[in-house]
């Protein structure tokens, strides 16, 4: 009897070492190289602006545009460098600067514009009820237009009266390629076979999403990927789908828990959606890619699970990769 348990565990053991054998191994994440520690001198107001104007139009995104040196202005600049195989050094080049000639332009109030503006109530039930969450306001629509720090477009333009600004009244803003919110109307994105081969690497320590064509560095733009309760998931995923002014699901046992229940809110589109103008589904439920109504905590505020960029960067990702994509998030 001894010998026949012996011979059974044996067997057993024999089938547990094929099983074994035939699992496939465990993808190894590479993550890019790191080029960001790099010392920069304290530029001046417009050049800093100008900098970052050039970078943003680039697609290496600065974050907010406010004319100052910040973490994400240094990570972009030195992120761009090292793409173009140039010295990733802080040395303003000036062929960059010759880039943007006029640091700022103007953007006059339209009739159209203040249909984008409205009230947006704090109760999820409330929100629940509408059929779009707008602007807040004309500051906010602007600032987001222009891709910039609400507080450096009251800057810029000192003695408005932010509260009752009228059609034909004209602002000074940066001279960036604007996002245009009116014309973003496309619905479900498809897959797009020149960027088949693009991977997506989004850095949770860095809070970068940088964007890889074999080993060509394309676009980097901020992100705030999770929290410490409900991190970003680490490893290797990828796009199944992407939809432009899609509903949320607003479910806090989902949100805080990872766990989805049936006491939900469907909150409209909008700009002042909790997930901006863009969402692009992981194979990871409940986890994507998408905007933000907040752009100012970009990088400074937890998410929950997910990645979120400033809307008018979120827009432009969806032009930048694919569905079908890999996306390794470490």
Not at 34 to 39: G, H, Q
Not at 143 to 148: D, L, T
Not at 195 to 213: N, P
Request: net charge negative; with cysteine; aromatic share 10%.
């Amino acid at each position: 009897m001894k010998i026949a348990w012996v011979i059974v565990a044996s067997v057993l053991m024999g089938l547990f070492a094929s099983a074994q054998e035939v699992q496939p191994p465990t993808p190894t994440i590479t993550p890019p190289p790191r080029v960001y520690p790099v010392a920069l001198p304290n530029y001046d107001e417009e050049t800093a602006t100008r900098l970052q104007i050039f970078l943003d139009n680039n697609d290496f995104a600065p974050g907010k545009i406010d004319g100052k040196m910040g973490e994400f202005f240094r990570k972009a600049l030195i992120s761009y460098k090292h793409s173009q195989a140039m010295p990733k050094t802080g040395a303003v080049d000036q062929w960059m600067l010759d880039q943007v000639p006029e640091t700022f332009t103007t953007y006059t109030i339209k009739e159209e514009d203040l249909k984008k503006v409205g009230d947006v109530p704090g109760s999820r039930v409330d929100q629940a009820k509408l059929k779009w969450l707008p602007y807040t306001s004309l500051l906010e629509f602007v600032a987001e237009r222009f891709h910039s720090a609400e507080a450096y477009i009251q800057k810029l333009n000192p003695g408005k009266n932010w509260e009752h600004l009228q059609p034909g009244e004209t602002l000074k803003v940066p001279n960036v390629v604007p996002f245009e919110v009116e014309k973003f109307t496309e619905g479900k994105i498809s897959e797009n076979p020149a960027f088949a081969s693009r991977k997506i690497f989004v850095d949770t320590q860095e809070h970068l999403l940088e964007v890889f064509d074999h080993d060509q560095l394309v676009c980097v733009f901020p992100i705030t990927p999770g929290s410490k309760t409900l991190p970003a998931p680490v490893g290797t995923w990828k796009i199944l789908g992407a939809n432009v002014w899609p509903w949320f699901r607003y479910d806090e046992g989902m949100l805080n828990y990872g766990v989805r229940t049936e006491n939900y809110y469907n909150l409209p589109p909008g700009p002042n959606n909790l997930v901006g103008v863009l969402w692009m589904g992981l194979n990871k439920p409940g986890i994507g890619i998408h905007g933000t109504n907040n752009p100012e905590t970009i990088g400074r505020a937890a998410s929950h699970g997910c990645i979120r960029l400033a809307n008018w960067d979120a827009a432009r990702v969806k032009d930048l990769v694919s569905v079908g994509n890999t996306v390794i998030i470490f």
